[in-house]
């Protein structure tokens, strides 16, 4: 399958789910990029972390279409369905602490939604179904020293532990409400290609930073809690290592997933860049000139895993893809971003 048209081609039409939010609103910008010729149809429910002012600069465009609804609505979906080819579902609950607190939504969006979405793909033919899911459906690794961070002081007498990665094969192993849905709908997702045939490829992703991120994940919300002179509460230890991975490098690795991966297969996407938590703040803090006093360790969260890393050797090889942003320097930019926008902040937080 291509994304890319011939001068004779028809426009491709192609269905976002949960455009309006981080990761589909910076998809949706790819995809209207000035040489594309996409039409693009956002649909989002415009809950608590999907907003329109993600989307300036492209709500306007001739190729673009916004639909406000709810992926768990049969009806709406059958019928944008009915002429799309492609499919980019990333509408999702994806807060892990707000899974712990309740996760009836999850369970309705994440699994019913994404069940209602295959259906209406299968009915309608839809040629790829590119399913967007997580690295946390593989559960958490042994605890590693990352040897990658400049920030070494904090890592005390830990010692050096199995330096495996997620890849592909790694079983299914969800410890969060969160992810055990996004595993289910996974799932899902396999055996409608199993089942019905329908042209499903999976992404799993590491963590994502970058702009119009809402500020409840790690990385905006010390940004703009810093940005404030509030405190910045770090979960237990702060030594929870997680791999990073810009999101425009993520959003070009979904558009080659889509362009050329195999159907029923599984990519990982990650950009080798182990970090701690508390390493993640104190380069917050440098880059904003912050105090460390602002740091305050609060208590763990219940099942809190302890590390993630991903195997992206599968998505380099088959789709030709491979991270570009390196992770200080695009934290940087995602900084000077927020610094410069305390009108999304306001817009999106009441902040």
């Known amino acids: ?17 949960g455009g309006a939010g981080f990761i589909g609103s910076s998809l949706v910008r790819h ?21 329109l002012e993600n989307l300036s600069g492209v709500l306007a465009d001739s190729r673009h279409e916004f639909i406000q609804g709810d992926i768990c609505d049969g009806e709406l979906v059958r019928e944008l369905m009915a002429d799309v080819d492609i499919v980019f579902h990333l509408a999702a609950e994806s807060h892990v602490d707000r899974s712990i607190d309740q996760d009836q939504p999850f369970i309705r969006t994440n699994v019913v939604g994404t069940a209602r979405l295959l259906a209406a793909a299968l009915e309608a033919s839809v040629s790829r179904f590119v399913h ?9 690794l042994p605890w590693r020293d990352p040897s990658g961070s400049p920030k070494r002081k904090e ?39 199993l089942t019905h045939g329908l042209d499903v490829v999976i992404t799993r ?23 404030r002179g509030a405190s910045l509460p770090v979960y237990g230890d702060g030594l929870y290592v997680r791999d990073w991975i810009h999101v425009d490098d993520h959003c070009r690795g979904l558009i080659s997933a889509a362009q050329n991966g195999v159907a029923g297969r599984v990519y990982n996407f990650g950009a080798d860049c182990e970090w701690t938590n508390l390493s993640v703040v104190h380069e917050i803090i440098d880059l904003l000139g912050a105090s460390e006093s602002l740091i305050e360790f ?10 993630y890393a991903i195997d992206a050797s599968r998505a380099c090889a088959e789709l030709g893809w491979s991270s570009e942003i390196d992770f200080q320097e695009g934290l940087k930019d995602t900084v000077e971003w927020y610094r410069n926008h305390s009108d999304w902040i306001e817009a999106v937080t009441g902040l």
């Open 132 to 140: 967007v899911s997580t690295d946390e459906v593989y559960g958490e």
């Open 1 to 17: 399958m291509s994304l890319t048209l011939e001068e004779d081609d028809e426009v491709m039409r192609v269905l976002v789910t």
């Open 205 to 227: 992703c590491s963590n994502n930073y970058g702009p119009r991120q809402y500020p409840e994940k790690m990385i905006p919300l010390m940004i703009n809690s810093a940005l």
């Open 298 to 307: 609060v208590e763990d969260r219940p099942g809190h895993d302890r590390r």
């Open 31 to 51: 995809l209207l990029a000035p040489k594309s010729e996409f039409h693009v149809i956002t649909l989002d429910l415009l809950t608590y972390a999907g907003h």
């Open 155 to 193: 890592l005390g007498d830990q010692t050096l532990s199995a330096q495996v990665r997620f890849t592909e094969d790694t079983p299914i192993a969800p410890r969060s409400p969160y992810a055990a849905t996004k595993a289910a709908s996974d799932h899902l997702a396999s055996a409608y290609h």
